[in-house]
């Protein structure tokens, strides 16, 4: 069963501060992996997926994620934190295999990410 | 938000009353989906369709039904038989995996900005 673990329901950080959101996975298979921001009152967006290859995987806004099969973990990164970055961040998964739930991704809980100046 | 639209933004019913919820998208996308967001519980699926007059029951189905009838429209009808229906719902749509023709493709889903329903 496909599933998505994020630990933290709360990160805070100080503007200009590295941040991190992490995020832990389980898939039958080998994982597609996607992270999407959601401001209030608003629908997700996306910021970046990892499919294959280079396990640092560069998204919008300056977002990162690095992906680490031994750990099953896909956390999201920052170098400089801003305070407009202040959003509800998920984590989701997909099983890689062929015809696997027709493309269905499954979500964490999500992460509340709060920057102060 | 995309090309998704989701109306209307806020809705108010009463108690044993059926309501649908719209979503278009002109996207040219095949596949659709509908999720529910409760606080803390992040979100999950409802319901989702990989192409026209097809539709797949998600983990929360009970007390809800779709049709999709266009490519561009998968409304979502939350029924009396729905015991908490008060959540946020989001729309989202992707291109879907072009398996039949060998190819793996992977696409991210793209939300519509959510409907609020709200029963009393």
């Known amino acids: 069963a496909q599933s998505v673990a994020q630990p933290e329901d709360q990160v805070n950080v100080a503007e200009g501060n590295p941040l991190t959101v992490k995020c832990t996975y389980s898939v039958s298979g080998n994982p597609y992996l996607f992270w999407y921001v959601q401001y209030p009152n608003r629908g997700l967006q996306f910021l970046l997926k990892?499919?294959?290859?280079?396990?640092l995987v560069k998204g919008s806004y300056g977002f990162e994620a690095e992906f680490n099969k031994s750990q099953t973990s896909f956390h999201l990164k920052k170098p400089s934190a801003l305070v407009s970055d202040s959003a509800l961040y998920f984590c989701a998964v997909r099983d890689a295999r062929r015809g696997s739930t027709l493309g269905r991704l499954y979500f964490g809980r999500g992460t509340q990410l709060t920057v102060w100046p | 938000d995309g090309g998704i639209t989701q109306s209307p933004k806020y809705l108010f019913r009463k108690e044993g009353q059926n309501v649908t919820l719209s979503c278009e998208q002109n996207l040219n996308h095949d596949a659709m989906y509908w999720y529910r967001q409760d606080p803390g519980q992040g979100l999950r699926l409802i319901y989702y369709?990989?192409?026209?007059?097809?539709?797949q029951k998600g983990d929360i189905a009970e007390g809800y039904s779709v049709s999709r009838e266009k490519k561009e429209s998968f409304p979502l009808t939350v029924t009396s038989a729905q015991k908490n229906p008060t959540a946020f719902y989001l729309c989202?749509?992707?291109?879907?995996?072009?398996?039949?023709?060998?190819?793996?493709?992977?696409?991210?889903?793209?939300f519509g900005p959510g409907t609020r329903l709200t029963v009393t």
């Open positions: 989202a749509s992707s291109m879907a995996p072009a398996e039949h023709l060998g190819v793996n493709s992977v696409y991210e889903q793209y």
């Open positions: 990892y499919i294959t290859g280079d396990n």
């Open positions: 369709s990989q192409i026209v007059n097809d539709f």
